[in-house]
């Protein structure tokens, strides 16, 4: 919502004063304003200081002079100054219109706020949720204390329910006692982190914060790999941090390709020097605004150690998917032979796949899952209209199936294919058995459409379209099955509040990692492990790992992803939901899965077409190139089909 009034805001150069719920708790007028580049954000828990309304007031007019076209303040339910004297959005309104001159209005947002569909995250956190209250409710004993299921950064925790709700009353209590310090410690240390960074990327001239000039350093940063919602508000907040603190923000255009070749284009190069307000409109735009593509540093290590050491970067911020892990891991083993690299590095990681070693959580995959949510609610709208139709949807994620996972979870998926799994023959034909199962148990009232979610790897035999043919000529008219490929629509539009908020906050802390290098010599920088490093979210905590370690010890290079994948028991649960049996995940024996050499079994399936009455399961038949195991009939290898019948092929 706040977007389609900024949008307003900026078209007008208007004043927005924007009110939001929260009488105890400033929790979303906080993500509003870090996640929109809010002006001014009012929230209970650390009011302003007693002269508020001049120091909101300095700001806004410090922001429009630096060229700012619109004016956003955030105003929560409960929000108070420092007396506890009320706040209300008339007297921000009254102000910014009076002191100040600007064309304002007021939006009140109320139960809008309580949104339509579901977002993918909280799907998936409600599901899992679930989950986690059915095991406790069964692992209970008499003496068992009763449980909250709660979530700390990636983790699905369980805490003591009465304990919580005494922290929770007791924030309300402090802040009645004006004891607000004690307030913002009893919210979690990530409120905190993102008050801290809400402020250190608002206002950039702040004067106390500036470093001696010896320890200011010129940053550089670039975008590697495909574009990820949230690339470009890792960059704004990296841009303002470094305003605030002294340092120089250099934007290396157009990834390492772009450095290379185009350095000392005239009149403008690709090394750019990047002031506040050209950043400062990006929290909230998809893609790159620096351009990014996926050349690695290996294309020309020796022109890029020269433009480092032509342009004096002192530090890099990467921001990218396995991509920029990878050049971080070039740049990190070519220091060997250039000084140039001997800097502190950091990768944030951003890629729709979240498939980045050293992190549970990959910036932009948010965006990729709601984007996906939404495609597949329409498919399912479509499956579920016509009664009796199964969707085959092809996911992207590269080799990891994480993605499919997720949203299979979130849309409650019949079944998933990764490419970690793979997909085996004996699996499509249980699959099959199961839909017949699900179908005939429908009598004409319910509506059940089914989505089946296929990682774009999981298989170069078993394509999309392959297996949505194979179920349609299985069906024996029973159901229909068709096929959908979303694309690239899956990458997003504008970015998630979660992506943009969360890469504010490791954008920030990846700052602060590469400050601490400043003053340092290139071989004391070089001898430090984390000086490159990956920022990351590792079960409850928020961390930095050494690349080298995590190349060595977490790294499947073949397939561009983790070793050890925590998503992966989430199959069993998309199962487990479905009903999908456990069968349908064995390999059949005798295939390259089991490894072994068992005669095959050529008895049709039953329901299948193959048992047409003609012959019966124990009358041999003739091998073709049309049967395969288990009566599923393919067609030739040679002249693969390239349409289904009666078939939609949905493309973004």
Request: neutral net charge; hydrophobic residues 35%; charged residues 25%.
């Amino acid at each position: 919502m706040v977007d389609y009034i900024d949008a307003t805001a900026l078209s007008h150069q208007r004043a927005f004063v924007i009110e939001v719920m929260g009488r105890h708790c400033g929790w979303l007028a906080l993500m509003a304003g870090v996640s929109c580049g809010a002006d001014f954000v009012f929230i209970p828990e650390n009011p302003p200081s007693e002269n508020w309304e001049e120091e909101m007031c300095s700001i806004v007019k410090r922001h429009r002079a630096m060229g700012k076209r619109k004016t956003i303040v955030i105003v929560c339910e409960g929000a108070q100054d420092r007396k506890l004297n009320h706040i209300t959005g008339k007297m921000v309104n009254d102000l910014l219109a009076t002191r100040i001159g600007l064309d304002t209005r007021i939006t009140t947002l109320g139960h809008v706020q309580r949104g339509g569909p579901p977002c993918a995250y909280d799907r998936m956190l409600s599901t899992l949720q679930g989950v986690e209250a059915v095991k406790a409710v069964l692992e209970a004993t008499p003496e068992t204390p009763s449980p909250v299921i709660c979530i700390v950064e990636n983790k699905i925790v369980r805490k003591d329910l009465m304990q919580a709700i005494q922290l929770t009353q007791q924030v309300a209590k402090d802040i009645a006692a004006r004891d607000f310090e004690a307030a913002m410690k009893g919210r979690d240390a990530e409120f905190e982190e993102y008050w801290k960074a809400f402020n250190i990327t608002t206002a950039t001239d702040k004067s106390d914060m500036l470093l001696p000039p010896e320890k200011r350093m010129r940053v550089g940063i670039i975008h590697v790999g495909a574009p990820a919602g949230g690339m470009n508000a890792a960059t704004r907040a990296a841009v303002a941090y470094c305003l605030t603190k002294g340092h120089s923000p250099i934007a290396l255009h157009n990834g390492f390709p772009g450095l290379c070749r185009h350095h000392d284009d005239k009149p403008l190069g690709s090394v750019r020097e990047i002031k506040w307000i050209d950043a400062e409109q990006w929290a909230s735009r998809g893609g790159s605004e620096i351009g990014t593509n996926r050349g690695l540093p290996s294309g020309d290590l020796k022109t890029t150690a020269f433009c480092f050491g032509k342009y004096q970067i002192d530090a890099l911020f990467m921001v990218g998917g396995f991509e920029a892990f990878t050049a971080v891991s070039e740049l990190r083993k070519a220091r060997e032979q250039y000084d140039a690299f001997k800097i502190p590095m950091v990768v944030l990681p951003a890629t729709v796949s979240n498939n980045v070693p050293g992190t549970e959580y990959s910036v932009g995959s948010d965006t990729c899952l709601n984007a996906l949510i939404e495609y597949c609610d329409a498919i399912r709208q479509s499956a579920s209209a016509s009664r009796r139709r199964v969707f085959v949807v092809e996911t992207q994620g590269g080799a990891s199936g994480y993605i499919a996972t997720i949203a299979g979870l979130s849309i409650g998926a019949l079944a998933v294919y990764t490419p970690e799994e793979g997909i085996h023959l004996n699996m499509l034909v249980e699959d099959i058995k199961f839909l017949k199962e699900q179908f005939a148990k429908d009598v004409g009232h319910a509506r059940s459409g089914k989505i089946i979610l296929r990682n774009e790897k999981a298989s170069k035999t078993y394509t999309t379209e392959i297996i949505a043919n194979i179920i349609l000529e299985e069906s024996g008219g029973r159901f229909d099955a068709r096929y959908a490929v979303p694309g690239h629509v899956q990458q997003g539009g504008t970015p998630s509040p979660m992506d943009r908020v969360r890469a504010v906050r490791f954008g920030v802390k990846s700052l602060q990692h590469i400050e601490a290098y400043a003053g340092k010599t290139r071989k004391e920088i070089a001898d430090d492990p984390l000086s490159a490093a990956i920022i990351g979210v590792r079960g409850s905590k928020v961390k930095f790992s050494p690349m080298e370690r995590i190349e060595r010890e977490e790294t499947d290079w073949k397939d561009r992803r983790p070793k050890n994948e925590f998503w992966m028991n989430l199959i069993d649960i998309v199962d487990t939901l479905s009903g999908r049996p456990k069968a349908c995940r064995t390999p059949m024996p005798g295939s390259p899965s089991m490894h072994g050499n068992v005669p095959q079994d050529r008895t049709p399936m039953p329901g299948s077409p193959a048992m047409d009455g003609h012959r019966t399961p124990a009358e041999p038949m003739e091998p073709s190139p049309h049967d395969v195991l288990g009566g599923l009939r393919l067609p030739p290898t040679s002249a693969p089909p390239t349409s289904v019948p009666n078939g939609v092929r949905w493309q973004g």
